[in-house]
T-cell receptor, first 113, second 112 residues
Framework: DQQVKQNSPSLSVQEGRISILNCDYTNSMFDYFLWYKKYPAEGPTFLISISSIKDKNEDGRFTVFLNKSAKHLSLHIVPSQPGDSAVYFC????????????FGQGTILTVHP | EAQVTQNPRYLITVTGKKLTVTCSQNMNHEYMSWYRQDPGLGLRQIYY???????DKGDVPEGYKVSRKEKRNFPLILESPSPNQTSLYFC???????????FGAGSRLTVL
């Protein structure tokens, strides 16, 4: 049972435009959410996180929005740059086991010059 | 340089031949974890450790063992590897449970 889902396997965006990556979760006990970026042949790197007590967190060009009632989060990248082309994973933790971190399947973002 | 180091980076082995993938971090992190990445499934957690001598199962622990005898090391042991354990493995660590993970570069394992 996939508790964290990224339903779009890929996304293509023009440089300078906004990239919106989506993530849905089913476990209402999740209360901490993170986004990671992964380039080929490298490990994922942490991008941004949000706690369930917030609905928005911003860091430079990256903003994460959390809609708890819809069990949905999204990552906005504005403006998108070719160097942002990577696989993006969302992840969630919480509930009775804070040590467990559940990832989505990933979305391949391609930013065209 | 703060990092998580995994070895080997690439390994081809045969069914049933025990192997260990080592993981070491130099950031004095308490939390360490192993993941496997498979196409269409994303990253799935195998085991995690919240401190020395404290380990627990993730979502896909079958066929794997871990140990945490020292804070910096968290080896992943495959006692009797099978072809369905062919995957890309990542070790990661963080200061606390809610901390952003620092990942290693990955170990690609093929079991024939």
């Amino acid at each position: 049972d996939q508790q964290v889902k990224q339903n779009s396997p890929s996304l293509s965006v023009q440089e300078g435009r906004i990239s919106i990556l989506n993530c849905d979760y089913t476990n209402s006990m999740f209360d901490y959410f993170l986004w990671y970026k992964k380039y080929p042949a490298e490990g994922p790197t942490f991008l941004i996180s949000i706690s369930s007590i917030k609905d928005k967190n911003e860091d430079g060009r990256f903003t994460v929005f959390l809609n708890k009632s819809a069990k949905h989060l999204s990552l906005h990248i504005v403006p998108s740059q070719p160097g942002d082309s990577a696989v993006y994973f969302c992840a969630a933790s919480g509930g009775t086991s804070y040590g467990k971190l559940t990832f989505g399947q990933g979305t391949i973002l391609t930013v065209h010059p | 340089e703060a990092q998580v180091t995994q070895n080997p980076r690439y390994l081809i082995t045969v069914t049933g031949k025990k192997l260990t993938v080592t993981c070491s971090q130099n950031m004095n992190h308490e939390y360490m974890s192993w993941y496997r990445q498979d196409p269409g499934l994303g990253l799935r957690q195998i085991y995690y450790s919240m401190n020395v001598e404290v380990t627990d199962k993730g979502d896909v622990p079958e066929g794997y063992k871990v140990s945490r005898k020292e804070k910096r090391n968290f080896p992943l042991i495959l006692e009797s590897p099978s072809p369905n354990q062919t995957s890309l493995y990542f070790c990661a660590s963080s200061l606390g449970l809610a901390g952003a993970l620092t990942f290693g570069a990955g170990s690609r394992l093929t079991v024939l």
